[in-house]
């Protein structure tokens, strides 16, 4: 029965008898960063994909329906129809808001 409480005790990170100290907080604060920084890094997932459905592009864009179809319809925006699924690439995207930005005035 001790023995089985010593390996509770020892795979348990803090008991009551236990203090915290800044070095604690220190490492726990680079854990932290670290995992932050790794999921800023790969989370752009939405960003990274290079085929877009309609939802994706309205929401991006912050567009309605009628005005992503008018956009498609004027060919402002490439697409793809594979199967009824309307997809758009992101270079495509990218390079459609260069087209349209504008000059800053100095």
Not at 65 to 77: C, D, E
Not at 85 to 95: A, G
Request: proline share 1%.
């Amino acid at each position: 029965m001790e023995k089985r409480r010593k390996q509770t005790e020892e795979g348990s990170a803090l008991f009551t008898h236990q203090l915290v100290t800044l070095a604690d907080l220190e490492k726990f604060k680079e854990q932290m960063l670290s995992e932050m920084r790794r999921l800023l890094a790969g989370g752009g997932t939405q960003l990274s994909k290079q085929w877009l459905k309609s939802r994706e592009v309205r929401k991006l864009l912050d567009v309605s329906p009628g005005k992503l179809h008018a956009m498609r319809a004027s060919r402002q925006l490439t697409f793809m129809r594979i199967g009824g699924v309307i997809y758009y690439d992101r270079t495509d995207i990218d390079k459609m808001f260069e087209k349209f930005k504008t000059a800053a005035v100095k």
